[in-house]
C-alpha cells in the first residue's frame, strides 16, 4: 500500500457526461500528479500539482481539468466524454515538486466510456 | 526531450530461471533519475527502485538487481531465480531536475510472464 487514495476505483459512464476522479496524496506529500494509463499511448503525465498550485502540463487535453485543493486533496475533473477516454488514471504523490522525488502511485480509477 | 525505450514487449520464462529486462533511455540532461515500477495483473504501480545519473554503482536488492551504464545510456533489471509472483508488467522511467519534464516519462513497458 502506497498510502495514496484515489476514488473510484471503476467508473462507467456514457459519452458526453462529466465525471470527477478524487486523489488523498500520502501523509506529508504536497505534490500530486496526474497520469493517464491506455492501451494506445501507454502512461502519460497529465498534470502536476504542488501546493495547491499547477506546476507543469503535459497532454491534457482541454476537456479535463483539475485542482488540488487546501487540504492537498486532489481531483481531476473530465468533461464531454468520449470513447478513447476510456483508460486507468493514476494519481501519484511526492514530498516536494523536484524530478529527483520518488513518486508513490494510487491504485488507479478504470473509467469506461459507453 | 526525454525518451526510455523498453525494446522487450513480452518475455516469458519458466519458474527458476533468471531474466533481465531492458531499458535504454535518451536526455540532455546531465542531472537525472530512473525509476523502475511494476505493475501486477491487479493494476497499481509499485515503486522498485530509483537511481540517480551520478550514481553508477548496482545495486541488489534480494532477487531484483539493476545495472546502470551511463556510457550506454541503459538501466537494466535482473530477476534472479524468477517466481510466478513476479509476472508483471514492469515500466522503466525517467525524469530531470528541473524544468517541464520533472514529471516520469514512461517507457512502454514489459509484460513479464513466469510460467510454473
Known amino acids: 500500500d502506497s498510502g495514496v487514495t484515489q476514488t473510484p476505483k471503476h467508473l462507467i459512464t456514457a459519452t458526453g457526461q462529466r465525471v470527477t476522479l478524487r486523489c488523498s496524496p500520502r501523509?506529508?506529500?504536497?505534490?500530486v500528479y496526474w497520469y493517464q494509463q491506455s492501451l494506445d499511448q501507454g502512461l502519460q503525465f497529465l498534470i502536476q500539482?504542488?501546493?495547491?498550485?499547477?506546476?507543469a502540463k503535459g497532454n491534457i487535453l482541454e476537456r479535463f481539468s483539475a485542482q488540488q485543493f487546501p487540504d492537498l486533496h486532489s481531483e481531476l475533473n473530465l468533461s464531454s466524454l468520449e470513447l478513447g477516454d476510456s483508460a486507468l488514471y493514476f494519481c501519484?504523490?511526492?514530498?516536494?515538486?523536484?524530478?529527483?522525488?520518488?513518486?508513490?502511485f494510487g491504485p488507479g480509477t478504470r473509467l469506461l466510456v459507453l | 526531450a526525454q525518451k526510455v525505450t523498453q525494446a522487450q514487449t513480452e518475455i516469458s520464462v519458466v519458474e527458476k530461471e533468471d531474466v533481465t529486462l531492458d531499458c535504454v533511455y535518451e536526455?540532455?540532461?546531465?542531472?537525472?533519475?530512473l525509476f523502475w515500477y511494476k505493475q501486477p495483473p491487479s493494476g497499481e504501480l509499485v515503486f522498485l527502485i530509483r537511481?540517480?545519473?551520478?550514481?553508477?554503482q548496482n545495486e541488489i536488492s534480494g532477487r531484483y538487481s539493476w545495472n546502470f551504464q551511463k556510457s550506454t545510456s541503459s538501466f537494466n533489471f535482473t530477476i534472479t531465480a524468477s517466481q510466478v509472483v513476479d509476472s508483471a508488467v514492469y515500466f522503466c522511467?525517467?525524469?530531470?531536475?528541473?524544468?517541464?519534464?520533472?514529471?516520469?516519462?514512461f517507457g512502454s513497458g514489459t509484460q513479464l510472464t513466469v510460467l510454473p
Open positions: 501519484a504523490s511526492s514530498v516536494l515538486a523536484s524530478g529527483s522525488e520518488t513518486q508513490y
Open positions: 501523509s506529508g506529500d504536497l505534490s
Open positions: 500539482y504542488y501546493n495547491g498550485e499547477e506546476r
Open positions: 536526455t540532455r540532461d546531465t542531472t537525472y533519475y
Open positions: 537511481r540517480n545519473s551520478f550514481d553508477e
Open positions: 522511467a525517467l525524469s530531470i531536475e528541473f524544468g517541464s519534464a520533472r514529471q516520469l516519462t
